[in-house]
């Protein structure tokens, strides 16, 4: 049974072996050196060394092939002979009109050759059924006891096999004398080089994991044009005995021919009888042959084929020919009408006398029994591959290959383990079921295609390191024509032996087990993909492989008797193992080489995409193989690639050219071969052949020197036939020549016998020189007669052996370690006697103690060659030993003078040579030298020395010769550095503490380490930081001290120095509280006047702009600040960093710039004046339009004109004023006719540049500056600033107080209180409706309105979200003006002061007071309104957004706990703080909005002046207002605000 797919077990892995890479230099040298181990494996895998890459030759873009296409259950041989099995009984049927379909039984396909064989096996179907023992049957085919299905495979066998084997036993059949296939000779010759296609069918796409076999699986029904393409189908016509399964039907072509077939049925065709001339009729089709040829006839006969016996009896009056149409098996010709006639053969059979007998004559063609079995018994054609129709580049290849693995496994092709690969290859192997088609690029010729390998030729110029691969031995392109290689000696380029072959690999694609031609070496080597599995088999087993496979398969071996050198042919290795052959396996990587042995059956598959090389070499040891590979080929009668002795008399004919293994090897093999050939032409002389001639076998081609009897290749000799010259015989065959006479047959022979003793001669010669020379080299080197020799003899020796091409033997390389020992004797020698002449200037290092000295003399002595060097060193060995004896003297008589000692010293130092003595002189000179340093360093006269020279002399003293005085000086040296460096750690703690420790403690800890004398590096720094804590101790002191506050600049200054000192200093803390008191108090004013992401500074906007009069550079100089390059106001009014510092130095600037900004916004507006309106239609962009901040000139409609520098911006550019403020209109409020006073004034980004705080908010942190020691810039700019409002108010009230000016506002109070009398009797909110009930109380009112047209009420429209905009825009047209008629006396005083006051950050009440009274005395600015209504609308609509945000925000607020609004507390709140926090509370949470949505919410602008979003503010300031509101009092001064606002003023947490 076949194997499943874990069953397979891997055999156990071939030997690895990893060269070094002297062992890689020589590739034949190291494969003959592990041949003993790996030949036991037949294979073996060789990994070079990691950086030996050759780099890939092949020309990828030309590289194209055509690959071989394999089905894998056909490679298996057992598989095979089921698949053949299947064949043959499919045909059986087929020709009997039925096609086979094979059952399934316990959901698996039923094998049908196993059961036909198991049957077999158990006696018969007879005995089966007999002795009841289907169950055994059933058990053997391991299915499951207990399931009836023993009964089931009886009803299978009797349907389908046993009347395939009834006709297989001729049970059926009559006893005849002839048989079709009788005429064939018995041992027919079988060529194996023309194979025919087993297969005729394209190879299926790779759609599919793979694909069952045609019989497992439903056909499509073959049309009638399938059928005459086809001449196997033609076959198939053919209705017969037999079950009667599904018949072979015919499908027409057209839906004519089906609709003609529905209509009617036709009957099959019979069979036509011509009739010849002279009555003789004979009936077409008599053998199988003709049958085929006359088909088309048969296909066309119309008449019934139930009359064909009537008809034919009709037609044939010859008695004759009547009588022969008797039963075949009865011999009686009664009862005609049934009598069958077959059309293969024209016997005649009774339907009752067939077994099994027929119900009824069939329709169609019929083939009597014999026919059919002789159509069955045909033999098979021989098993080979086909050729794939499409030609495939590299890279076409891989990507089918990869494509079909991926597909297959489902996983990326570089995850599939090797283990499930291959055991889904022997799963899909040992399949009849699934019918897997692969490909493989097999036996691609390099020489054709190019070597992946370098190669050195004229096409291509290679690179250095190409050049070097190309010359590799281990190149495959090499390697055959190595020197030690046999193969070098054959001329012709033998592809796929001598020239390597490629192989292009996808996974499945696999080579059959198989040996190499002549069982010679393979080498293979894998340039790149995924790896190659191989399995082998060692030399050894090669019979006992052989035995295996043809007992299990006996059928294959059959039909084709050299099946395993056709490489056609797998079988499981666990089948082979579990029959006693050994089998290894390896998985070959990129880069690794695989060697197969002679006679090593190997086979294998590849994992995946791949490209390998492989070539065959043969090295001496194989010389006896190849001889017996040439009988063994003799036996089969196969081909030979090359004659064996043509090879062996080549190489003889050059002996000097051999290599001396090799010599002695094709020695042995001639010696042998010339011992055979006188045997022969002995034999030959015997039959009484006398006649010769020499023939130029060599010359020959192949074809015309081969023996017609074994197909080997002639060479010595061969016998010939005058009368037959078509042919000729090797000598082991004289008597299968011809028939001719023994006269007419000749010897053609090559050499003469006395020709070849004379080369074998000669090969002697050359293997024994070997020997005459070692004997030399053994007397020279084992002074066997007591002379030595020369150094010259010897190296004549090494010559003699390098130019005789020697083996590089035992004794070969005694002479090379001999030679290289004395050459390095005498160079030693040289370099000891020329160390003297140089003295003291020799390298050191290099010196010989007295040992080695002695030890050199006895090498030299005892080297077998004479050296004159040996006097030398003698010599030298006699002045070192009198060296050694004074200096003995010198050391016991202690205390020798240093200067002696130092003689001594330079001496012996002069010898070249190490003396004992000497070493103890040098140490006794250091100890002195020692001492003398020690005494030194530690003399108070002498510079204290640091801690590294301390340790030095320690650690120097340690290598000094011991002594008293020595000891006593370490140890002083060790308390020494042992205190210093206690008071070194000392030091460093207070360096590095985080606790900093005040100076008294830092200048104890220094006065007292002033008495160690040894430089201390950190008692040094800790002095360096005590007097820079003292001088900054004096830099406070003299800043605190001063006339007056300090810098804030000084003090940060001051507090980054005390930082950095390591001295706990208590004026720090005092210093650093300052400056952080000035950077709140800096922070609080930023934040009340800076907005949020101002490109401004505090200084600059509390600062004059001074070039305010300059359009130009006022707004580059805006763009440069949101760019981030710009110069600050302070630079621009002259301001440097040390005039900062000078108080007076800012108020003088801050007067000036005050004068140039008043100037220069009077130039700028006169300038933005004359510029085009941008609301005119017709405006056309010209140099002088205005330029809005974004960069673009505003046009048309959403245009607003700055109230102070007159230049005009895009509405949606910048922060609008809302026309009613952020509260809606109520029953107490002015009513919406009251125009002036509605919010119009815009005034441009550029022109406000703050948030404009109200002049209370400023006088507290004026109080707040006062309390600080410290000095900004910032404060005094601020007080110019709270100065320079202060003198505008005042001039302000006055203007306001005067009696013009106080009419003019008594009239527009009037007029509000009027409206908003009028508005409160409704209590609909609205104003009626009947315009002449109040006509007449209301003059001035109805004067508002054009055509005394009634208005609704706008407070119950403001009810609703958006009702007062609606309101407004309704109200627009109805608007009149002006309200107030202004003297130009009046009015040219107050726009000078609106313009002052609008150049003031600060918000006064004044300014809008002021505003109104401007406003009503001139016509509504309609255009503007329109405009702010439009911004505003588009404003909410975000607004509603944010807000909706907002909400959900305080929600979430609440859910995580956060507190609710505390209502005691809100109570105890003062109640401006109280009114306030909403409002700031939802301006930080719009910001943080605005910072989670990425800045997505539209900003909401700042109030503007006289804005409703500050009137807390104003109703704060009444109070001041109303004790300044007599004009005849002076103004106060700052002082006096200062005082009177500070009671009034909130705490620094509410602020």
């Given at each position: 049974m076949e194997l499943g797919s874990d069953d397979f077990l891997?055999?156990?892995?071939c030997p690895v072996f990893e060269p070094s890479w002297a062992e890689f230099r020589d590739p034949l040298g190291y494969i003959a050196k592990i041949r003993p181990i790996a030949e036991k494996s037949g294979i073996c895998k060789i990994r070079p060394p990691a950086d030996w890459q050759p780099p890939f030759a092949v020309e990828v873009d030309n590289f194209r092939f055509t690959p071989r296409i394999q089905r894998l259950n056909e490679l298996e041989a057992q598989t095979r002979v089921k698949l053949n099995y299947l064949d043959q009984i499919a045909k059986f049927w087929e020709i009997q009109g039925s096609s086979l379909k094979i059952p399934n039984v316990e959901r698996r396909i039923l094998d049908l050759y196993s059961l036909s064989k198991i049957?077999?096996?158990?006696?018969?179907?007879?005995?089966?059924?007999?002795?009841?023992?289907?169950?055994?049957?059933?058990?053997?085919?391991?299915?499951?006891?207990?399931?009836?299905?023993?009964?089931?495979?009886?009803?299978?066998?009797?349907?389908?096999?046993?009347?395939?084997?009834?006709?297989?036993?001729?049970?059926?059949?009559?006893?005849?004398?002839?048989?079709?296939?009788?005429?064939?000779?018995?041992?027919?010759?079988?060529?194996?080089?023309?194979?025919?296609l087993r297969q005729s069918v394209q190879p299926s796409k790779f759609n599919s994991y793979g694909r069952r076999a045609k019989r497992l699986q439903p056909d499509p029904e073959p049309t009638e044009e399938d059928i005459e393409k086809n001449p196997e189908l033609k076959k198939l016509q053919i209705y017969g005995a037999g079950p009667k399964m599904m018949g072979l039907g015919l499908m027409a072509k057209d839906k004519t021919l089906r609709k003609k077939d529905k209509e009617g049925l036709e009957c099959p065709p019979t069979v036509v009888v011509k009739e010849e001339l002279g009555g003789d009729v004979k009936t077409e089709s008599a053998s199988p042959?003709?049958?085929?040829?006359?088909?088309?006839?048969?296909?066309?006969?119309?008449?019934?084929?139930?009359?064909?016996?009537?008809?034919?009896?009709?037609?044939?009056?010859?008695?004759?020919?009547?009588?022969?149409?008797?039963?075949?098996?009865?011999?009686?010709g009664d009862e005609d009408d049934k009598l069958l006639l077959c059309d293969g053969c024209d016997d005649n059979y009774h339907i009752f006398c067939l077994l099994p007998p027929l119900p009824e004559i069939p329709k169609g063609v019929w083939r009597c029994p014999k026919c059919v079995m002789a159509e069955c018994k045909r033999p098979p054609e021989a098993f080979g591959f086909e050729q794939a129709t499409r030609e495939y580049t590299l890279q076409s290849f891989g990507e089918m290959a990869d494509s079909f693995k991926a597909d297959y496994f489902n996983m990326p092709v570089h995850m599939v383990p090797t283990e499930l690969v291959e055991k889904e290859f022997w799963r899909l192997v040992n399949s009849i079921e699934e019918d897997v088609t692969v490909e493989y690029g097999a036996d691609i010729h390099s020489k054709e295609f190019g070597s992946g390998f370098p190669v050195s030729d004229s096409k291509r110029h290679l690179t250095p390191e190409e050049e070097e691969y190309a010359k590799s031995g281990w190149n495959l392109n090499v390697m055959p024509v190595l020197e030690q290689s046999v193969l070098c000696h054959i001329n012709a380029d033998i592809s796929g032996m001598k020239v390597p072959w490629l192989y292009v690999g996808m996974v499945f694609s696999a080579f059959c087990w198989h040996i190499e031609d002549h069982w010679s070496y393979s080498i293979n080597y894998l340039h790149w993909g995924e790896p190659k599995t191989w399995y082998g088999v060692p030399s050894l087993a090669a019979e006992h492989l052989e035995e295996v496979m043809k007992k299990l398969t006996p059928e294959l071996f059959d039909s084709q008797p050299d099946l395993l050198h056709q490489l056609v042919t797998l079988m499981n290795p666990n089948t082979l193992m579990s029959h006693g052959v050994p089998v290894v396996r390896t998985n070959q990587c990129a880069g690794e080489f695989v060697i197969t042995f002679p006679r090593a059956y190997h086979s294998g598959f590849n994992q995946g995409y791949n490209f390998a090389?492989?070539?065959?070499?043969?090295?001496?040891?194989?010389?006896?193989?190849?001889?017996?590979?040439?009988?063994?080929?003799?036996?089969?009668?196969?081909?030979?690639?090359?004659?064996?002795?043509?090879?062996?008399?080549?190489?003889?004919?050059?002996?000097?050219?051999?290599?001396?293994?090799?010599?002695?090897?094709?020695?042995?093999?001639?010696?042998?071969?010339?011992?055979?050939?006188?045997?022969?032409?002995?034999?030959?002389?015997?039959?009484?052949?006398?006649?010769?001639?020499?023939?130029?076998?060599?010359?020959?081609?192949?074809?015309?020197?081969?023996?017609?009897?074994?197909?080997?290749t002639c060479f010595l000799s061969a016998l010939a036939c005058y009368d037959c010259p078509d042919g000729l015989v090797c000598l082991s065959h004289i008597n299968d020549l011809c028939k001719c006479s023994s006269s007419r047959q000749y010897l053609r022979y090559r050499y003469t016998l006395d020709e070849l003793p004379a080369m074998l001669h000669?090969?002697?010669?050359?293997?024994?020189?070997?020997?005459?020379?070692?004997?030399?080299?053994?007397?020279?080197?084992?002074?066997?007669?007591?002379?030595?020799?020369?150094?010259?003899?010897?190296?004549?020796?090494?010559?003699?052996?390098?130019?005789?091409?020697?083996?590089?033997?035992?004794?070969?390389?005694?002479?090379?370690?001999?030679?290289?020992?004395?050459?390095?004797?005498?160079?030693?020698?040289?370099?000891?006697?020329?160390?003297?002449?140089?003295?003291?200037?020799?390298?050191?290092?290099?010196?010989?103690?007295?040992?080695?000295?002695?030890?050199?003399?006895?090498?030299?002595?005892?080297?077998?060659?004479?050296?004159?060097?040996?006097?030398?060193?003698?010599?030298?060995?006699?002045?070192?030993?009198?060296?050694?004896?004074?200096?003995?003297?010198?050391?016991?008589?202690?205390?020798?003078?240093p200067g002696l000692l130092q003689t001594l010293l330079e001496r012996g130092q002069q010898l070249g040579v190490e003396v004992p003595e000497a070493q103890q002189l040098q140490r006794q000179v250091e100890q002195a030298r020692w001492l003398d340093e020690v005494k030194r360093t530690l003399a108070p006269s002498a510079r204290r020395g640091t801690l590294a020279i301390m340790r030095g002399l320690l650690v120097a003293g340690a290598s000094v010769a011991p002594s008293p005085a020595v000891d006593k000086a370490q140890a002083e040296l060790q308390e020494l550095l042992t205190i210093a460096e206690r008071w070194e750690e000392k030091a460093h703690l207070c360096l590095e503490a985080r606790q900093k420790h005040p100076p008294a403690t830092l200048e104890a800890i220094i006065h007292e380490a002033e008495n160690i004398p040894v430089h201390l590096p950190n008692i040094q720094s800790l002095k360096e930081a005590l007097a820079k804590a003292r001088a900054w101790i004096a830099d406070v002191d003299e800043i605190q001290n001063g006339d007056h506050y300090p810098c804030l600049d000084d003090l940060e200054g001051l507090v980054a120095v005390g930082r950095d000192l390591p001295v706990g200093l208590e004026e720090l803390r005092q210093l650093e509280l300052q400056v952080l008191t000035a950077h709140s108090w800096r922070e609080k004013a930023s934040k009340t006047f800076l907005k949020k992401n101002s490109c401004y500074t505090l200084l600059e906007v509390l600062c004059p702009c001074a070039d305010a009069g300059s359009d130009s550079t006022k707004r580059s100089r805006w763009m440069e600040k949101e760019l981030g390059l710009y110069k600050s106001d302070t630079e621009l009014l002259g301001l440097s960093a040390q005039d900062l510092r000078d108080p007076g130095s800012v108020i003088v600037a801050f007067k000036e710039g005050e004068q140039k900004e008043k100037e220069g916004i009077l130039q700028l507006r006169r300038t933005n004046s004359a510029k085009p309106s941008p609301l005119a239609s017709l405006t056309t962009p010209s140099s002088t339009a205005s330029i809005c901040v974004c960069g673009q000139v505003p046009a048309g409609v959403g245009a607003l004109q700055c109230d102070l520098c007159q230049d005009w911006f895009h509405g949606r550019c910048v922060t609008v004023p809302r026309l009613l403020g952020s509260q809606r209109p109520s029953l107490t409020s002015s009513p919406l006719l009251a125009w002036w006073e509605w919010d119009t004034k815009f005034l441009c980004p550029l022109c406000m540049r703050s948030r404009r705080p109200?002049?209370?908010?400023?006088?507290?942190?004026?109080?707040?500056?006062?309390?600080?020691?410290?000095?900004?810039?910032?404060?005094?700019?601020?007080?110019?600033?709270?100065?320079?409002?202060?003198?505008?108010?005042?001039?302000?009230r006055q203007?306001?107080?005067?009696?013009?000016?106080?009419?003019?506002?008594?009239?527009?109070?009037?007029?509000?209180?009027?409206?908003?009398?009028?508005?409160?009797?409704?209590?609909?909110?609205?104003?009626?409706?009947?315009?002449?009930?109040?006509?007449?109380?209301?003059?001035?009112v109805q004067g508002l309105?054009?055509?005394?047209?009634?208005?609704?009420?706008?407070?119950?429209?403001?009810?609703?979200?958006?009702?007062?905009?609606?309101?407004?825009?309704?109200?627009?047209?109805?608007?009149?003006?002006?309200?107030?008629?202004?003297?130009?006396?009046?009015?040219?005083?107050?726009?000078?002061?609106?313009?002052?006051?609008?150049?003031?950050?600060?918000?006064?009440?004044?300014?809008?007071?002021?505003?109104?009274?401007?406003?009503?005395?001139?016509?509504?600015?309609?255009?503007?309104?329109?405009?702010?209504?439009?911004?505003?609308?588009?404003?909410?609509?975000?607004?509603?957004?944010?807000?909706?945000a907002l909400e959900r925000r305080r929600r979430r607020k609440v859910d995580r706990g956060g507190e609710a609004d505390d209502p005691a507390r809100d109570e105890l709140e003062p109640k401006r703080v109280r009114s306030s926090e909403p409002e700031a509370e939802e301006v930080q949470e719009e910001e943080e909005l605005e910072e989670e949505s990425g800045g997505e919410v539209p900003p909401v602008p700042f109030p503007t002046n006289g804005s409703p979003s500050t009137q807390e503010d104003q109703d704060g300031l009444e109070p001041v207002l109303e004790a300044g509101s007599d004009t005849s009092a002076p103004f106060s001064t700052l002082t006096s605000r200062l005082l009177m606002s500070c009671p009034q003023q909130p705490s620094r947490q509410q602020l």
């Open positions: 891997p055999p156990p892995e049957v077999v096996e158990e006696g018969g179907y007879e005995t089966i059924c007999k002795d009841r023992r289907w169950a055994r049957v059933a058990q053997r085919l391991n299915y499951p006891p207990g399931k009836n299905i023993g009964s089931l495979l009886r009803s299978h066998y009797e349907r389908i096999v046993y009347p395939y084997e009834m006709y297989q036993s001729g049970a059926n059949l009559v006893q005849c004398n002839t048989r079709p296939f009788d005429n064939e000779e018995k041992d027919k010759e079988y060529k194996p080089h023309s194979i025919p042959k003709t049958f085929l040829e006359g088909k088309e006839e048969l296909s066309h006969s119309p008449e019934p084929c139930t009359k064909m016996t009537m008809r034919l009896r009709r037609n044939h009056s010859n008695a004759q020919f009547i009588e022969s149409y008797v039963c075949r098996m009865c011999s009686r090389e492989a070539v065959n070499f043969c090295t001496a040891d194989w010389l006896p193989a190849g001889r017996q590979c040439i009988e063994h080929y003799r036996r089969l009668r196969r081909y030979c690639v090359f004659s064996h002795e043509e090879l062996i008399c080549k190489m003889a004919a050059c002996p000097e050219k051999l290599d001396l293994n090799l010599a002695a090897a094709v020695h042995k093999e001639m010696f042998i071969m010339v011992q055979e050939e006188r045997r022969l032409r002995k034999a030959l002389l015997e039959k009484g052949i006398t006649e010769a001639e020499r023939e130029a076998f060599e010359l020959l081609p192949d074809d015309e020197r081969q023996c017609i009897k074994c197909k080997t000669k090969l002697k010669v050359r293997a024994e020189s070997f020997d005459t020379w070692a004997n030399k080299v053994r007397v020279a080197l084992e002074v066997e007669d007591g002379r030595k020799r020369s150094l010259e003899e010897l190296r004549a020796l090494e010559s003699e052996a390098r130019e005789r091409r020697f083996p590089n033997s035992e004794l070969l390389q005694r002479l090379k370690n001999c030679l290289s020992e004395a050459e390095a004797c005498v160079s030693r020698a040289l370099g000891l006697v020329s160390g003297q002449e140089a003295g003291p200037d020799r390298v050191a290092g290099l010196q010989m103690t007295l040992a080695e000295l002695r030890a050199f003399l006895g090498q030299m002595n005892n080297l077998p060659c004479a050296m004159h060097q040996i006097g030398d060193v003698k010599g030298i060995l006699e002045q070192v030993e009198a060296y050694q004896s004074e200096a003995r003297e010198a050391l016991v008589s202690q205390p020798s003078s109200r002049l209370e908010t400023i006088l507290a942190l004026l109080v707040a500056l006062q309390r600080l020691p410290v000095r900004l810039p910032e404060g005094e700019a601020l007080q110019c600033l709270t100065e320079r409002a202060i003198s505008w108010q005042g001039r302000a203007v306001l107080a005067s009696e013009e000016v106080t009419a003019l506002l008594g009239r527009l109070a009037e007029l509000r209180q009027r409206l908003q009398a009028e508005s409160k009797p409704e209590e609909s909110l609205a104003y009626s409706s009947d315009a002449g009930e109040g006509a007449g109380n209301m003059p001035k309105l054009e055509n005394g047209d009634s208005v609704t009420s706008p407070e119950k429209v403001a009810t609703e979200e958006g009702s007062d905009l609606e309101l407004l825009s309704s109200l627009l047209p109805q608007l009149t003006g002006p309200v107030l008629e202004l003297p130009e006396a009046t009015r040219a005083p107050l726009e000078e002061l609106m313009m002052e006051g609008d150049l003031l950050e600060v918000t006064l009440d004044e300014n809008q007071s002021i505003w109104q009274l401007l406003q009503a005395g001139q016509p509504p600015d309609l255009e503007r309104v329109h405009t702010l209504l439009e911004l505003e609308k588009a404003e909410r609509h975000g607004s509603r957004t944010r807000g909706r």
